[in-house]
Each structure stands twice: as structure tokens, then as C-alpha cells.
């Protein structure tokens, strides 16, 4: 657990989940007062590892009120968090009542109550396409609207340190009237999917995130001992800070005879569709055929099923979900990834304590904001924030709200729906441009 807040805390943690985002702030000095998650496994996970309340309610319902009442008078510093966005739309921003909205409307409404100086929108690169670019057009414009300048940064996380390789959207403003940029890139990166080479250092690969766990327990219930008493390299031992237990929990698997001539079969990089077909599970059968025999086009159908998948060691990992303890095959053992080595990939250190049942822990770590990449954004912000002393401090002459800048992708090129919310975007910066 981390050591008790203190009286300059000014962060709250909206759906907070496991405490992944949380975790990161705290570390870089700012433990949110409490957090907010509708899930009472990942409300225990986050209590026992911030050390402050999270309270067990329902963000679609709950009144924005609810937290002006437990912060006080209390100026915060920022908001954090990333609400689940499906449905958003025009219309429903506009109406409260929408439940495929609420969410969204409520986030906007508890920023509006709350007045932070900043705050931090994250989720999933979806977000930019969502109803043809309307629903990030959309929540820029209310951000704007309650008086905030703001950016819109496509990322990848394993740029700052993550050895996996993690698409992101993140939607950042202040009210401050500051202009201000996200925070430099201190990685390059390959996941085999995802690269980015340049003069950077590499960052961790797989084999270094997983290096120094011991042999995998066929028990949940085992503390597993580490390889070796001294931390193996530097990533180790940044994961074994404050863990005076000597070794994890939550690392086991329970592959069987079947399964484990399964894995030994697939080199790094192959999925199940390299196996003979004997070797496929039958959910993966189903869905490989069923591409075929339910009639849908042929372009419309997408790529085929890759079911489990063995990872390469030697680059960064590829994206940890709920689902990667059973798809993701270790780079040498024959066996999936186990929890414990999924929460590493997602930079959760070992003394890390999760709460519930396994495929609730699973989901947890999966739907995280690595804490590695968060207490990095958390120390940028810090220093761009004059009330933290930093030498950049709000200008005189503040500047008005506005879409400061966006960057949707780092590609060369760029799909259709990805130019529509391109040429919405846009059209809020010409309205800026022709107001000046």
C-alpha cells in the first residue's frame, strides 16, 4: 500500500478500476483524495493498494454534487480517467437522459462541478472514429465549452517506458489559459505490430519484463519465489520495489497435456492458424468457419480469428487485455501468460494485491492505464503547472479556450473515417483561427 495522502492531495480518479492511472499519479507525489468504480473487486484492489477511498458507485447515475461534497472546498489540481464511450453520439451529448450517454455526460458534468485545473480524458483509439468522428468532435467542443484549452494525442504507451506496445487516446486540457505540449517520447518500440526506431533507447523488451519471476505454480494460492534473490536487470527491480515478500502471487497457470503440445508447436509470431487443424479449439473453428458460411462479403468479413498467439521475447509485448492469460503464449515456456505476468507487462509492481475471482483480475489488469505511463504524464503535468513551482507559469494575457492541436496517427496515411474526424477537428481550429 502506498504511504497515507496528504493534505496538498488535489486529484480525483473517475472509473478508476484497479488503480492502474491512480498508482502512476501517486508515485510521481499525487494520490487522489478517493476514486470512483462500479466494480466492488477493482473498488478492494484500489483501496488496498492507493490507500483511499474508492467509492462503489454507479458514474451513469450518480449526481456530479456527490463529489463536490467529498472534495470541499478543495481546489483540485486534476480529473482523471477514461469512461467507457459506446453509443456517444451528437444527439445523445445533448440529453442527459440517453443511457448510452450518461457516462460521457457525467464525466463532462463532474469536471464542470469539480473545476479542476486539468484534466485527463484516456480510452481506446476507437474513440476517434466513433459515429464517423462525431463523438470525439462532440466531447472537445463540451471541453471547450466549460472553459478548457485542449489537445488530443494519439500515443503509444511503450513510448514512455511500457514493454508492451498499447494504442491510446488521450484527451488532455487546463483552464489555466496555458498552451502546452504531452510529454516527449523517451522510447523507441517493436511489437512486431507496432514499431517506432529512432535514436531512443529500446524499451523493455518482453524477456526483460519477465525476467527474474520464478517457475509458474500450478496453484493460485502459491507465493512463486523469484529466480534469484538480486533484481536480474533494471525493470525487475523496478517491479520489485517495496515487495518484501520475496516472490508473487498470482503467478500459475494450469495448461494440460493437450494444450501444452498445443504451444510447443507455435514459434513466436505464429497463431493457431499455423496449427494443424487438430490442434485448433473448437470456439476457434467456429468462428474461422463461420466467416465463410454465414454469407458475409468477403470485405466486410475482417481478418480470420488468431486464437492463442506465442509472443516474441525479444520485442515488446502486444496489447494485454482481459483476454491475454488465455491467448498470449510466453515466448519460451509452453503455457500461457500467467496474471501476475500480464500485471507486469501492464508495469503493476509485485507487491501488487489484487482482489476477486481470476477472470475478474484478469479484466482489471487488462482494462488498466499502466502506472508507468501514467506517473509519467503525472510529472509533465506537474512541471507545466505554475502551483507546483515550475517555471512555466500562466501567462497574464490568458489565452482563450481552444482545440490547441491534435495528432490522430503517426502513419504516413490515413483511413476514410479516420479524414472525417480530421476534417471535423480541423474545422474547430478554422473557427478559432477566424475568431482571432
Request: glycine share 8%; hydrophobic share 35%.
Amino acid at each position: 500500500m502506498l504511504s497515507a495522502r496528504s493534505q496538498s492531495d488535489s486529484v480525483l480518479s473517475l472509473f478508476s478500476g484497479a488503480g492502474g492511472f491512480s498508482y502512476g499519479f501517486a508515485s510521481a507525489g499525487l494520490p487522489p483524495i478517493c476514486g470512483a468504480e462500479i466494480d466492488k473487486d477493482a473498488c478492494a484492489t484500489y483501496e488496498e493498494n492507493i490507500g483511499s477511498t474508492c467509492h462503489n458507485v454507479d458514474l451513469s447515475a450518480v449526481e456530479p454534487s456527490f463529489f463536490r461534497d467529498v472534495l470541499g472546498p478543495k481546489e483540485l489540481f486534476a480529473v482523471i480517467g477514461g469512461p467507457p464511450c459506446q453509443g456517444f453520439s451528437t444527439a445523445g451529448a445533448r440529453d442527459a437522459q440517453d443511457p448510452r450517454n450518461r457516462l460521457i455526460f457525467n464525466y463532462l458534468r463532474i469536471v464542470a462541478e469539480a473545476r479542476p485545473r486539468w484534466f485527463i480524458f484516456e480510452n481506446v483509439e476507437g474513440l476517434l472514429t466513433s459515429d464517423h468522428g462525431t463523438a470525439v468532435f462532440s466531447l472537445v467542443r463540451a471541453f471547450l465549452g466549460l472553459g478548457y484549452s485542449v489537445r488530443i494525442h494519439k500515443t503509444n504507451l511503450a513510448a514512455y517506458g511500457v514493454p508492451q506496445t498499447r494504442k491510446r487516446v488521450l484527451i488532455i486540457g487546463n483552464r489555466l489559459g496555458v498552451d502546452f505540449s504531452l510529454p516527449s517520447e523517451m522510447y523507441s518500440y517493436d511489437s512486431g505490430k507496432s514499431k517506432k526506431r529512432s535514436s531512443k533507447p529500446f524499451a523493455p523488451t518482453l524477456d526483460q519484463a519477465l525476467d527474474g519471476l520464478g517457475v509458474a505454480a500450478r496453484s493460485r494460492s502459491a507465493t512463486v519465489p523469484y529466480s534469484a534473490a538480486e533484481a536480474v536487470n533494471s525493470f525487475d527491480q523496478l517491479m520489485r520495489v517495496d515487495n518484501n515478500s520475496g516472490g508473487v502471487t498470482e503467478h500459475f497457470h494450469s495448461t494440460d497435456t493437450k494444450d501444452e503440445e498445443r504451444c510447443a508447436l507455435l514459434k513466436p509470431g505464429q497463431t493457431m492458424k499455423d496449427l494443424p487443424e487438430e490442434y485448433w479449439h473448437d470456439s476457434f473453428k467456429r468462428r474461422a468457419f463461420r466467416r465463410v458460411m454465414d454469407g458475409t462479403p468477403s470485405e466486410k468479413r475482417g481478418g480470420a480469428p488468431s486464437g492463442i498467439k506465442r509472443l516474441h521475447g525479444d520485442l515488446q509485448s502486444l496489447t494485454i487485455t482481459g483476454a491475454a492469460p488465455r491467448e498470449f503464449i510466453h515466448p519460451h515456456e509452453h503455457r500461457p501468460l500467467t496474471i501476475r505476468e500480464c500485471a507486469r507487462i501492464q508495469t503493476f509492481p509485485d507487491q501488487y494485491r489484487f482482489h476477486g475471482n481470476a477472470a475478474s483480475v484478469t479484466q482489471q489488469i487488462g482494462n488498466a492505464v499502466p502506472p508507468l505511463a501514467a506517473a509519467a504524464i503525472a510529472r509533465h503535468l506537474q512541471a507545466l503547472d505554475g502551483a507546483f513551482g515550475s517555471d512555466i507559469q500562466p501567462p497574464s494575457h490568458r489565452l482563450e479556450p481552444r482545440l490547441l492541436g491534435f495528432v490522430l496517427t503517426e502513419a504516413t496515411g490515413m483511413s476514410e473515417a479516420l479524414q472525417k474526424t480530421e476534417l471535423m477537428l480541423n474545422s474547430l481550429l478554422q473557427q478559432e483561427l477566424d475568431l482571432a
